[in-house]
């Protein structure tokens, strides 16, 4: 008897999106970022440009993937599926004030929140990752590399994997895993609602 091969694994989009537990994903056209805690309370609205399907994983820090060595993840992890194959990822991490420290903290973060994606990735069968935006929501920031007490914020860290972080904030670039990735700053009103279309 033949051992089944990988041809005979093919499973499509629906199918292998039955696998999630549904407590753990929505999906739609449009879906809702939501940070509960206080130091970062938001609800961002994303929707898809293109009208394209986007799965949103619960990736949070407590459901980040165990085997991996990256355990902070961004908020909202979307993956917007360009056709069943193809796809390109958002990264939002959510922020009450950005300061030198939590900026730091979002760009682990979002590292995290990438490794973890490709992993859904895997598991849905896409193949291609186009392009991966990483945003940033937020309603004040207070950080300013010219005021700051720490000189080390204008200088790029030796060994670093990129530019220093001010400097990526500044660009709306951010580095990490070897490749640079476009920021998007989301301004979030009074009461931490904001709205971002992919």
């Given amino acids: ?12 989009l629906e199918h292998r999106l039955s696998w999630f537990d549904r407590n753990h994903y929505v999906d739609g056209k449009e879906v809702t970022v939501e940070e509960k805690e206080k130091s970062g309370k938001a609800r961002v609205s994303v929707a898809s440009a293109d009208g394209n399907r986007l799965v949103m994983v619960n990736t949070t820090d407590k459901n ?13 992890t979307i993956c917007e599926l360009i056709n069943d194959h193809e796809a390109r990822l958002h990264l939002i991490e959510c922020k ?6 939590s900026w730091r903290s979002a760009m682990m973060q979002f590292e995290g929140g990438l490794l973890n994606m490709l992993a ?7 193949k291609k990752i186009s392009e991966v935006r ?6 004040a920031v207070n950080m300013n ?11 790029t860290p030796v060994g670093s ?15 990490f895993q070897g490749k640079s990735f476009e920021h998007v700053r989301i301004e979030l009103n009074a009461d931490g609602e904001g ?4």
Wanted: net charge positive.
């Fill in 1 to 12: 008897m033949r051992s089944p091969g990988m041809s005979d694994m093919d499973f499509d």
């Fill in 64 to 76: 980040a993937l165990a085997y991996l060595n990256y355990r902070k993840v961004a908020d909202g």
């Fill in 96 to 101: 009450k004030t950005v300061t030198e420290k």
């Fill in 120 to 126: 859904v990735c895997g598991v849905l069968g896409v």
């Fill in 134 to 139: 990483v945003y940033t929501a937020f309603q």
């Fill in 145 to 155: 590399a010219l005021n700051s007490r720490n000189p080390v914020s204008l200088k």
């Fill in 161 to 175: 994997r990129g530019p220093a972080a001010m400097k990526q904030w500044d660009d709306n670039r951010v580095h």
């Fill in 195 to 198: 709205a971002v279309t992919i």
